[in-house]
T-cell receptor, first 117, second 115 residues
């Protein structure tokens, strides 16, 4: 099956610094990738939809300037948390749609656990 | 508006018991997809099943079975003869079926299977 990787799997950073999380589709092309955030014992909340070659579409309440998304190629999307604060600590998960499967199959990365100290 | 409700926040069973996880959804779309995902403590989402709105056939896969009923907007998941390894959070999700592809997740049900 299709594989989506995320890097890093865990990251600890100091308050005020920026962190970049990569999401890659390893064996398929994905024009659309999604970024979710999950707080402990809560559901996944969609943050933004990332489209290759265009600006990301953010969900209401998500700060565009704080969570920068870049989808430079059909296999890579990045999420940069700028000027991170402890409240940004969360589990970030990306997903990608496989065009080869008619676009309906969606595959999730293993997630990145961000801790801001 | 799209909405997925998993009313059961936590369920505890003893090994070998059968357990059903409930999922009720809301959508005005005629074409949509329903999913179940398993999230073990490691955090990675494991895909279990996808069902489109035109296929109401129940599905069985080993100890897992799914009951899709459009009349009640429900897509319930049953684990037969549960095992400790089934302990995880289970999410039901809805995809509108458009090329947008965003998933609407329920709040999840934490299943704990005791030995």
């Amino acid at each position: 099956g299709a594989v989506v990787s995320q890097h890093p799997s865990r990251v600890i950073c100091k308050s005020g610094t920026s962190v970049k999380i990569e999401c890659r589709s390893l064996d398929f092309q994905a024009t659309t990738m999604f970024w979710y955030r999950q707080f402990p014992k809560q559901s996944l909340m969609l943050m933004a939809t990332s489209n290759e070659g265009s600006k990301a579409t953010y969900e209401q309440g998500v700060e565009k300037d704080k969570f920068l998304i870049n989808h430079a190629s059909l296999t890579l999307s990045t999420l940069t948390v700028t000027s991170a604060h402890p409240e940004d600590s969360s589990f970030y998960i990306c997903s990608a749609r496989d065009l080869g499967q008619g676009g309906y199959e969606q595959y999730f990365g293993p997630g990145t656990r961000l801790t801001v100290t | 508006a799209q909405k997925v409700t998993q009313a059961q926040t936590e369920i505890s069973v003893v090994e070998k018991e059968d357990v059903t996880l409930d999922c009720v959804y809301e959508t005005r779309d005629t074409t949509y997809y329903l999913f179940w995902y398993k999230q073990p403590p490691s955090g990675e989402l494991v895909f279990l099943i996808r069902r489109n709105s035109f296929d109401e056939q129940n599905e069985i896969s080993g100890r897992y079975s799914w009951n899709f009923q459009k009349s009640t907007s429900s897509f319930n998941f049953t684990i037969t003869a549960s095992q400790v390894v089934d302990s995880a959070v289970y999410f039901c999700a809805l995809d509108r079926g458009s090329t947008l592809g965003r998933l609407y997740f329920g709040r999840g049900t934490q299943l704990t299977v005791w030995p």
